[in-house]
């Protein structure tokens, strides 16, 4: 069973940093690319960032962009976001998601989503 | 950059056919993915690549692109439809993904 578990999320204060990670189970995870998608509270679906499944290519949203790192450690079937100057409209809920059937999009598998709340 | 406009909200009786749209331009030449998330709950891919449904996914589920509009069609909708729908392609030329603002579908 496909299996994508989040954690790391929490409460950090402006201008910290924090580092997510999203295990994987169940699947050949060397074999898919991953991405991070947050969904802040009462919004829609943000993409945030893709990374490929060796880890060559990374792709990140304009509003992460130049503070967020995606990275992935095949050999620990492992997944992670190193966030740094977080700011308040970063709060989200943070959901990992395994790359589908198309080269991008069409995740078929989500973790269950880590918080991340941004306050003082 | 690319902008996908669904609309907020679509209701539909029990029974009968629900078509959400999503709007973009010349989102026909795109590949166009469909979500639907039940409350507190993470996502699931109804339809990929324009039209193609997942396993475990019911024929219900349809979806078309064409020109500037792609639609998600569920047919027989079941109360257990209700939730929020949302589109996805990616964008080659600012090589991101971009959702949809997501369409709340309610069963009356």
């Known amino acids: 069973e496909v299996q994508l578990v989040d954690s790391g999320g929490g409460l950090v204060n402006p201008g910290g940093s924090l580092r997510l990670s999203c295990a994987a189970s169940?699947?050949?995870?060397?074999?898919?690319?991953m991405n991070w998608v947050r969904q802040a509270p009462g919004k829609g679906l943000e993409w945030v960032s893709f990374i490929s499944s060796g880890g060559s290519y990374t792709y990140y949203a304009d509003s992460v962009k130049g503070r967020f790192t995606i990275s992935r450690d095949n050999a620990k079937n492992s997944l992670y976001l190193q966030m740094s100057s977080l700011r308040a409209d970063d709060t989200a809920v943070y959901y990992c998601?395994?790359?589908?059937?198309?080269?991008?999009?069409?995740?078929?598998?989500w973790g269950q989503g880590t918080l991340v709340t941004v306050s003082s | 950059s690319y902008v996908l406009s669904q609309p907020p909200s679509v209701s539909v009786a029990p029974g009968q056919t629900a078509r959400i749209s999503c709007g973009g331009s010349d989102i026909g030449s795109k590949s166009v993915h469909w979500y639907q998330q039940k409350p507190g709950q993470a996502p699931v891919l109804v339809v990929y690549d324009d039209s193609d449904r997942p396993s475990g996914i019911p024929e219900r589920f349809s979806g078309s692109n064409s020109g500037n509009t792609a639609t998600l069609t569920i047919s027989r909708v079941e109360a257990g439809d209700e939730g929020d729908y949302y589109c996805?392609?990616?964008?080659?030329?600012?090589?991101?993904?971009?959702f949809g603002g997501g369409t709340k579908l309610t069963v009356l």
């Open positions: 996805q392609v990616w964008d080659s030329s600012s090589e991101h993904q971009v």
């Open positions: 998601a395994r790359g589908g059937k198309t080269i991008f999009g069409s995740e078929d598998y």
């Open positions: 169940g699947f050949t995870f060397s074999r898919y690319s």
